[in-house]
């Protein structure tokens, strides 16, 4: 919306950026670069709608350099914060009490690579390309695909600050800007907002299968140095999912006495009782795993989705105007557990194509070049081994071990993926979970989690998740599903609420909890759910995730 009579300030550069993530981030500096190498001048722009850069990155993370490597071949010198090689690892599976160890797949050797906060990686790559002079704007949310008269994308707009939950402006109303460019890059991450209009406006998905995710789920704790066991990564599958469901965790010590934890849950599930939330925290109390956070402190919590479509799930990446480039466009590596290399190297193509065409080029292609480079090699050898666990575990791991040490992925066919909410059952099909309640130990409830996220909403603003029905949320999603947002959702929120008489539910949406994870927006069974962006800065404040 507008202020009335206000226009919006119009800003122009030669490439805009949205996200600062490490797929933006690579692109700028590898634009500039380009534009340095060649003795010419290229004004580049990143805008960010978390608080700061990193606010919103959240990652395992065990990092690759292969792509660092290529883009800033003396970051050791330039003191990028890689601080703990990884040195060991440990595949478990889980059972109730017990845990066996597996042999390791190659894909999850992580020798050569390092524990690291992604964030602050990003915050270090921010740095980097604001001395090569990229303008970086965090706090400033894209909220809208510009276009010109023919269609072609031609930047974008920030959402304005100071609007109402009545959608009026109040006084402290600013309206967006207008970024302009020759060619935006849109970098937003999984499941972007802008990223779904484009899909749509130029059926990027025509030709591609439908991604598919996972949500991953992550603290941060700092434990007792007698448990710490710096450069150690440890994996595991099993206990408590059961065998139907793709999933597993992760534990990667990192320094300082600190241990990054999560837990990933792939999206297809089936049972609308089971809550991704509550099968991490009892994992941690599992016998192999909570001995290693006893005596520990939790210092931060957060959730985000991922991409776990592979090849097959990649749209068409450009359109008139602009690239998609990142997790918005989905290149995880799902067996190695990677996409950051694969992200940042995406980033880096899309910047030497864009370099190209601004030069005249009107050839050049993201497409073949990105498909000649060893992200897509890397990702077609590994294209099965995802969608083969829809068959459960056990055949999973084997059609793994066939791919892997056999096929080597050069089988002759492709498997195929569907969309993830439409795999859930209604309920009256589903066997309802009790979890256990948490013990304020090594598990914990939603609420005092989303706290420590940091996360922070202005609250007169509309809500940004947006129900297309609203009364599907009764109807449909209450009435034959028990409302599974209530627990697909990490932090709390949506949430029923009855009358005194414990009768006339209603669908509560507490917008100010969420931590943008996306979960929502993919998981709803009827696809009702519409995350937008809210005001620029809004979220979570990861401070080392």
Known sequence: ???????????????VIVGAGPSGL?????????????????SVCIIEKGSEVGAHILSGAVFETRALDELIPDWKERGAPLNTPAIHDTFLLLT????????????MHNEGNYIISLANLCRWMATEAEALGVEIYPGFAGAEVLYDENGRVR???????????????????????????????????????????????????????????????KELWEIDPAQHKPGHVVHTIGWPLDGQTYGGSFLYHLENNQVAVGFVIGLDYANPFLSPFEEFQRFKTHPSIRPTFVGGRRVAYGARAINEGGLQAIPRLSFPGGLLIGCAA??????????SHTAMKSGM?????????LGGDVAADYHAALSSS??????????????????????????????????RGKEPWTLRHSADHLHL????????????????????????????????????????????????????????????????????????????????????????NCVHCKTCDIKDPTQNINWVVPEGGGGPNYPNM
Not at 27 to 40: G, M, P, Y
Not at 330 to 336: C, E, R
Request: overall charge neutral.
């Open 349 to 357: 193509v899309a910047a030497e194509t864009i370099f190209r065409r």
């Open 26 to 42: 690579a692109a700028a500096i590898r634009l500039k670069q380009l534009a340095a190498e060649n003795d010419t001048e290229l």
């Open 155 to 217: 930047g974008v707009a920030t959402g304005p600050q100071g609007v109402g939950k009545d959608g009026q402006p109040t006084a402290h109303f600013q309206e967006g800007v207008e970024l302009i460019a020759k060619e935006t890059l849109f970098g937003e991450g999984c499941r972007g907002s802008l990223t779904k209009q484009l899909e749509q406006q130029f059926s990027l998905r025509a030709e591609s299968g439908p991604q598919t995710y996972g949500i991953g789920i």
């Open 96 to 107: 109730r009490n017990r845990s066996f160890q597996l042999p390791t797949p190659p894909q």
């Open 374 to 407: 060893w992200v897509w090699s890397e990702l077609n050898a590994v294209r099965n081994i995802r969608p083969a666990f829809r068959m459960g575990m056990w055949p999973g791991l084997a059609h793994a071990a066939l791919d892997t040490y056999i096929l």
């Open 330 to 339: 989905g290149f995880l590596n799902v067996p190695k557990i990677k996409g």
């Open 425 to 512: 059952k209604k309920a009256a099909e589903a066997t309802p979970i009790a979890y256990p309640k948490p013990d304020g130990v090594v598990s914990f409830d939603r609420l005092s989690s989303v706290f420590i996220s940091n996360t922070n909403h202005e609250e007169n603003q509309p809500a940004h998740l947006q129900l297309r029905d609203p009364s599907k949320a009764i109807d449909i999603n209450w009435a034959i599903y028990d409302s599974p947002e209530q627990r697909y959702c990490p932090a709390g929120v949506y949430e029923i609420v009855k009358d005194a008489a414990g009768d006339n539910p209603r669908l509560q949406i507490n917008a100010q």
């Open 1 to 15: 919306m507008k202020g009335e009579g206000m226009e919006r300030e119009r800003m122009e550069y030669d490439v």
